[in-house]
């Protein structure tokens, strides 16, 4: 029972330590792609085109009904971690955009680039840093 | 203006949703409330808004907003056993007790930074909270909400793990799960003043949440962690967990879960149970006999509510993003889907009329609650609240588990 608690780097677990035979399987692969990313990372911030506004405004929405489900419609937290700007102070950047691309192996973070690009993760991330924005009132 | 005028145009307009909810959370202004049971009515959860619509479901109507219950995010509500007080918990660790009746909020407070939800005892004496910040579980008096208890989840010395599962069981017991621990505890509130905790360890990786059947002997827990449910049966004399559908993943890659599947208000028909699978989108369905896996329902995405309707023929079920336009009906004669609905954008929760002849969805990207009849599947009323979550219906006040 030693052995589940979220580890700041998915590198510093052993396999057999993993969650599960198919969490072992979900994470290998995205560990590798997760460190990649992590050291290409500098590539991305210079060659991503940010989302449009329209596309802004589902990415807020998105945050904060669909992430929120874990992180909390204020993002204070939840099953998964306060995304506040203070929470975050101390947190590298990079290292957050691949925690939203690639998921984080071993806790119940998914992986969400079947609904994001790699520049709307980085958009959400560089807005968690700054104080996520609020929904718009109007609606959708 | 009229109160009758008001809510007669709620379903028109969101515009004038504002302005109603102000007139009801106002005091005084429900002046001349009709006298009625409780036995029909419910509430809606408006999340974003922090707002609680009351509704009547023989009207297929919202009759009062309560306003002011704060962060609502994954809220949770139960009912006292007369049926005519909800309890809210908030995700920021607020209790609310709404007077149904009244139409206004009767006591508030404040009992935690970070909340998943609660329970209410059997006697309707004790409602329970439990508790991500601090991790643990709180016992409240449920007329006067004054702390009776204050029960930490603390597996390791200075170490708190966030509470889930929390369900009330026979003997003013609860049993909950610790999710950071990989422990089941069974709380026995018979004195409130000297709770005794039974501590279940290594029950089996990431506990997300629970269920207890409805005689209240099997308290099952979902693990996120791996493949596989923990069950304690609490009728033998010492309980003790066991390891039921164990490696239903096969090995197979998991598919991304991007929200946690809710256990709570049980799916179990006949003599099967029907469970969400984590990382597969797939019912499993399990003997309650033998606790062997039965079958496997394959489904249009993530099961995040497996619910079976009152008299157990059908088992509904809902979906995480992005599948979560759709609601699937399973019929338990066959096992097979016997209808997929397309109710509105980004379905959260659904909720059965107590003998089930009806079923509320809520879509919270529409903005509509939607009443479906659940033989002809026809929708018979939608309703227009803001960005709508929970729907629970008083009839939940006699269920246990609920």
């Given amino acids: ?140 | 203006m009229k109160r009758r005028h008001c809510l007669s145009l709620l379903g028109a307009s969101s515009l004038l949703l504002g302005g109603c909810a102000s007139l009801a959370g106002s005091p005084g202004a429900p002046a001349a409330l009709p006298l009625r049971g409780t036995g029909d009515l419910g509430v809606v959860v408006a999340r974003a808004t922090g707002t609680l619509a009351i509704v009547n479901t023989s009207e297929r109507a919202v009759l009062a907003q309560v306003t002011g219950l704060g962060d609502l995010s994954h809220a949770s509500v139960v009912f006292s056993r007369d049926g005519r007080h909800a309890y809210v918990f908030g995700r920021d660790g607020a209790i609310t007790k709404v007077d149904l009746l009244t139409q206004r909020i009767e006591a508030r407070v404040m009992q935690a930074g970070n909340s998943i939800g609660g329970a209410i005892s059997a006697d309707g004496t004790m409602v329970v909270a439990q508790n991500y910040t601090p991790g643990g579980i709180k016992v409240f008096d449920a007329a006067t909400l004054a702390l009776l208890a204050d029960i930490p989840a603390e597996y390791e010395p200075g170490k708190l793990s966030r509470v889930v599962g929390l369900v009330d069981l026979p003997g003013r017991r609860f049993a909950y799960s610790l999710f950071d621990a990989n422990a089941i505890w069974i709380t026995d509130l018979s004195n409130p003043a000297r709770p005794v905790t039974t501590r279940l360890p290594d029950i089996g990786k990431q506990p997300y949440d629970a269920l207890v059947t409805p005689n209240g002997r099997h308290y099952i827990a979902g693990l996120f962690g791996e493949d596989g449910l923990a069950m304690v049966d609490l009728w033998e004399d010492k309980p003790s967990v066991r390891r039921i559908l164990a490696g239903y993943g096969r090995g197979q890659e998991p598919l991304p879960v991007y929200k946690m599947p809710h256990l709570r208000g049980w799916a179990v028909a006949g003599r099967r149970a029907y469970l969400p699978a984590i990382g597969r989108h797939e019912v499993l369905v399990v003997d309650t006999d033998t606790w062997q896996e039965v079958g496997r329902i394959p489904v249009a995405g993530q099961p995040v509510f497996v619910m079976a309707r009152p008299d157990g023929r059908q088992v509904w079920v809902n979906f995480a993003v992005p599948d979560y336009h759709r609601v699937q009906v399973i019929d338990t004669t066959t096992q097979q889907i016997v209808r997929t609905l397309e109710p509105g954008k980004a379905v959260l929760h659904m909720e059965f009329t107590p003998r089930g002849e009806s079923v509320w969805i809520s879509s919270r990207d529409d903005h509509r609650v939607s009443v479906i009849d659940t033989q002809t599947f026809a929708t018979q009323a939608t309703l227009a609240i803001d960005s709508p979550s929970g729907i629970f219906f008083t009839s939940r006040a006699a269920r246990l588990g609920f």
């Fill in chain 1, 1 to 140: 029972m030693h052995d589940k608690h979220a580890r700041p780097l998915p590198s510093l677990s052993p396999a057999g330590a993993l969650p599960r035979a198919g969490g072992a399987l979900r994470g290998l692969p995205r560990l590798g792609m997760w460190l990649a990313l992590l050291a290409g990372t500098a590539g991305l911030h210079a060659q991503s085109a940010p989302p449009t506004a329209q596309r802004q405004q589902e990415l807020v929405r998105m945050v904060r009904q669909d992430c929120g489900s874990c992180h909390g419609l204020r993002l204070t937290g939840g099953l998964g971690p306060a995304l506040t700007r203070e929470a975050l102070a101390d947190k590298p950047l990079d290292s957050m955009v691949a925690t939203i691309y690639h998921g984080r192996p071993g806790t119940p973070m998914a992986p969400w680039k079947a609904m994001l690009s790699e520049a709307d993760a980085l958009w959400i991330a560089r807005q968690l840093f700054a104080g996520f924005p609020e929904s718009e009132k109007g609606r959708p």
